[in-house]
């Protein structure tokens, strides 16, 4: 079992930074491969990104490529989400997820966090 608390989402302008923390449970937080998804209102859940579990691999979204990066600190139990140069349309609840391997689809992460809201204003 693994417990997923995300934080660091809040208000920001349009060309701001964000740095998002996901905050996991458990001794085994190494073996799992760790995305960041989001959700903005009457949308599907999206991919932004994922990481292996020693932090070797990473995977992208094309709309978040150059601007965004993940990584992930096993030491602290903890994934991290560095968005820079952020626009209006990054508006999201974002989630981080934990699942075997570096995937997209969203089905495929079996722990998920309760989100934090991103706000971009224009």
């Known amino acids: 079992q693994v417990q997923l608390v995300e934080s660091g989402g809040r208000l920001v302008q349009a060309g701001g930074s964000l740095k998002l923390s996901c905050a996991a449970s458990?001794?085994?937080?190494?073996?799992?491969?760790m995305g960041w998804f989001r959700q903005a209102p009457g949308k599907e859940r999206e991919f932004v990104a994922a990481i292996s579990g020693s932090g070797g691999s990473t995977y992208y979204a094309d709309s978040v490529k150059g601007r965004f990066t993940i990584a992930r600190d096993n030491a602290k139990n903890t994934v991290y989400l560095q968005m820079n140069t952020l626009k209006p349309e990054d508006t999201a609840v974002y989630y981080c997820?934990?699942?075997?391997?570096?995937?997209?689809?969203?089905?495929?992460?079996?722990?998920w966090g309760q989100g934090t809201q991103v706000t971009v204003s224009s």
């Open positions: 458990g001794r085994t937080f190494s073996t799992y491969a």
């Open positions: 997820a934990a699942g075997g391997f570096v995937v997209v689809r969203p089905t495929m992460y079996t722990y």
